[in-house]
């Protein structure tokens, strides 16, 4: 994004903001919109007097209907429930890593080493960000959004993915998912950019809070010596050290939005000859094409037959499809997740109008449709995403892509009832719970957005 440049008057704005909480009172009714971005991980909505398409929140406080495992735990699991409490989140830990069962990582830790690496990661979710959680309610980049794609990256695994990683390749991915936004402030690039934020200046303008999350997490495995080279380690482990880490930075990188259509290009070149690889490897006429859970379960696995920069592209692009999957995720999650970013995406619109910046796209409360939004983003980023991830891991993404366009359709048929209604659509509030990251407080009106309006 070009770096915009500021008037005095907003730069004197902009200046003080940083270091005065009263800066600027962010209102927000509730009202949202959706979006169609480029720039940000982003769907849309709109909030305001309006219709809604179905009871699509729960109320009640969820429980698991049995404790995560490894087996359990999958692409259609609830992340609301997963990350409702510290407790929740840790045996989703515990499920995941089980010495005997779970992944692994190479080197030596034991739980009590793991468990505090991951209380390290989840502490930088809470982090406040001087000069923008004052003004900013952070909804969507959450410590919940981390769990959600840390569940949702091993289900795309476990579905397919694993056959093109090996063992410490995965496990990696899972450890990247978990830390790929944390310390995010709820806002653009852009607009730390555009306003001249300390964090701009110090980050630079490529991937800013995308490199400030890859670091922050090779710090945190210095710090609890998890994934570090020791004197005495034989070459072959600190060798799968050292790439283990490289495919955590890699892939934390890669999930910048602004680097998706390049990311994209370079899987579809590859995906020719890394599923002729596969083919090859397949015994027994078990399928053809894309990844299956078949493969993985029956132990396909092309790992080594791959390039190690390939193996990075599609541990990333295996990250980067995880970390926009709320659109291929059942209606209800797909739906909630939907108001949850559009309400932060608001939020920066409102701070945006006070300093008197031209607002960035698809942040405009007053005008924005989440319905076209969520259309639009649909249209142009999900569906194409979702057609190359089936060709590569196709269980996955046979299931997502599936999902994705039966969401779609809700979504045109709200589209159609506000133009014919004349009302925009109006959907319930329900953010992520305190333990799970949410630092705001609901305002009046917001969690009782009326149903069925139509
Ligand atoms: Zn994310």
């Keep these: 994004m070009p770096r915009k440049k500021l008037s005095s008057l907003n730069q004197k704005k902009v200046r003080r903001a940083w270091f005065n909480p009263d800066w600027m009172v962010v209102s927000s009714p ?9 720039a940000i991980h982003g769907l849309l909505i709109v909030l305001t007097p ?13 429980t698991w209907s049995s404790p995560p495992t490894f087996e359990n735990l999958a ?27 779970g992944y692994r990582l190479p080197g030596t830790y034991d739980k009590a080493k793991l468990e505090a690496l991951f209380l ?90 995308e490199r400030r999350s890859a670091d922050h997490t090779l710090m945190l495995l210095d710090k609890h010596k998890v994934l570090v080279a020791k004197d ?24 910048d939005m602004a680097r998706h259509k390049e990311q994209m290009e370079k899987v579809a070149a590859a995906l020719g000859k890394v599923i002729a690889v596969l083919e090859q490897v397949r015994k027994g006429g078990i399928g053809k094409g894309g990844a299956t859970v078949e493969d993985v379960r029956t132990g396909v696995n092309v790992a080594s037959l791959l390039d190690k920069e ?11 499809c995880a970390d926009i999957s709320n659109p291929s995720k059942d209606w209800v999650l797909c739906e909630r997740w939907a108001v949850i ?29 989440v319905s076209k939004c969520q259309l639009g983003f649909g249209t142009y980023v999900i569906r194409s995403l979702l057609q190359l991830l089936e060709k590569l891991v196709y269980t996955a993404g046979s299931k997502s ?54």
């Design 120 to 209: 390290d990661i989840r502490a930088g979710y809470f982090v406040k960000t001087e000069g923008i959680d004052e003004h900013i309610r952070r909804e969507y980049h959450t410590f919940t959004h981390a769990l959600d794609i840390v569940v949702t990256i091993h289900g795309l695994l476990r579905e397919g993915g694993a056959v093109f990683l090996n063992e410490h390749e995965q496990s990696a991915l899972v450890l990247a998912a978990l830390a790929h936004d944390v310390l995010h402030c709820g806002v653009s690039n852009a607009f730390l950019i555009n306003v001249n934020h300390p964090l701009a200046t110090k980050w630079g303008a490529k991937s800013l809070q």
């Design 232 to 255: 005495g380690m034989e070459d072959s482990l600190k060798n799968s050290i050292a790439d283990t880490r490289t495919i955590i930075e890699e892939a934390i990188l890669w999930t």
């Design 401 to 454: 892509l599936e999902n994705f366009e039966a969401n779609h359709k809700h979504w045109e048929k709200i589209a159609k009832k506000e133009a014919e209604s004349g009302k925009p659509y109006l959907m319930k509030l329900n953010p992520p719970s305190k333990e799970g990251g949410w630092l705001g407080e609901l305002r009046e009106g917001e969690d009782r957005v009326p149903n069925s309006r139509h």
């Design 50 to 62: 309006a219709c809604t398409e179905s009871d699509l929140i729960k109320d009640d406080n969820s």
């Design 310 to 320: 390939t193996r990075i592209l599609l541990a990333a692009f295996f990250l980067h």
């Design 341 to 369: 970013v559009m309400n932060e995406f608001f939020s920066q619109g409102d701070v945006e109008r006070k300093l008197g910046h031209k607002l960035s796209m698809n942040c405009d409360r007053e005008s924005v449709s």
């Design 30 to 38: 509730c009202r949202s919109s959706f979006w169609m971005i480029p």
């Design 75 to 101: 692409l259609d699991s609830d992340p609301f429930v997963n990350a409702e409490t510290k407790d929740s989140q840790l045996a989703v830990l515990h499920a995941l890593f089980d010495p005997k069962t």
